[in-house]
């Protein structure tokens, strides 16, 4: 059975494993949307690929590149927001939310409320506006499909069980290429040091947040959305090896683990079969050439960003649409070259102390407070007193 599919962040790290995906069953999906944000010409290659429907950009100004690009191809051509959003409304069985960043909740959100099934990659979407989303799943009937592989993993260990009896869910994070490194080392971390992550192949933005460990503090919260069994529930253990992606404890103290090769494509497959199973031609995990998996506390004091999205989700209302919202700005900088590894994590403390908001119940409240969060974070950038 042919299945129709759109992919809102096509370009990316996640957009290129799924249509990896796609490209060797073809014959199982029929291509409606695909998105990027300026990236027009590979968009425009890859919907010619496979024979999309429609192709956006989010920034308009490439819309006229995307039209060149797709000239003769008989490819609708669209740009700007409202147009991704439109895009994202499509009908379809199965949409991949990829965008990076708060970017992506607009369209996430137009996917969510049509209904459909929605393979959920664009974590900062849940964690900017988690109560949101979920109600407008609930009320569309939309099925969330988490994949993240963490979050994935948890999906797939608590299938077939009742989540009430669920004692502890255990995020395991790799610990970055910074995990050995002591406090006066990680102050002269390179942005190209920064960007070699030991065992995944990921966009900039998240493969900094892992160095940070932003990224397991966005999972923690990430987490919660999706499987609500309380905040002092949800663990997190470091686990250098990337091949045990999350585990769930049952009340009986069983622990259930998924494992697999550290390839978004397994994760992102699980989605694009879901109920189901399907091949893909990745070699099979060798446990015994990997020869040891070890775990370990993570170190709070020297990556403090798990603590400050542990406060953030405590705190609830607009803190973590704060928190991701300068965690962004953040990272910009630092990729930039404006500012240091180290803070990173020190603008989005500051800008959590410095601004805060009623809590969101719209879309729209959200929006505001990322784009003010964002104003006092670049105010933060400047400050002297964050060194
Ligand atoms: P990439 O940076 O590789 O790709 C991002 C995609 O979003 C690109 O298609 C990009 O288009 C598009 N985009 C960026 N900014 C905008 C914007 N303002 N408006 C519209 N589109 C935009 O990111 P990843 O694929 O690594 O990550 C995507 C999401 O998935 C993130 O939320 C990340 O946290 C999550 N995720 C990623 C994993 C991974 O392995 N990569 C693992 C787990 C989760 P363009 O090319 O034109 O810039």
Redesign the pocket.
Known sequence: MTRSISIL???????ASTLDLIRHNRESWRVEAL?????AVELAQLAREFGAKIAIV?DQTYLSDLRDALAGSGIEAAGGNKA?CEAAARPVDMTVA????C??LAPTMAAVERGGTIAL????ALVSAGDILKSASECADTVLLP???EHNAIFQCLAGNDITNVRRIVLTASGGPFRTLDAEALKSVTREQALKHPN?E?????TVDSATMMNKGLEFIEAHHLFPIGLENIEIIVHPQSIVHSMVEYRDRSVLAQLGPSD?RVPIASCLAYPDRMETRLKPLDLAAIGQLTFQAPNEELFPATRICREAIEAGGAAPAILNAANEIAVEAFLDGQIRFTRITAVVEHTLARYSAAAPSTLEDVLAIDGEARICARDALESSALV
């Open positions: 962040g096509a370009t990316g790290s996640i957009g998105t990027a944000n300026c990236s989010g991704l990829a965008i990076v960043g970017a992506g990659a664009n974590k900062e994949t993240d592989s995944w990921m966009g900039a933005k998240i978004m």
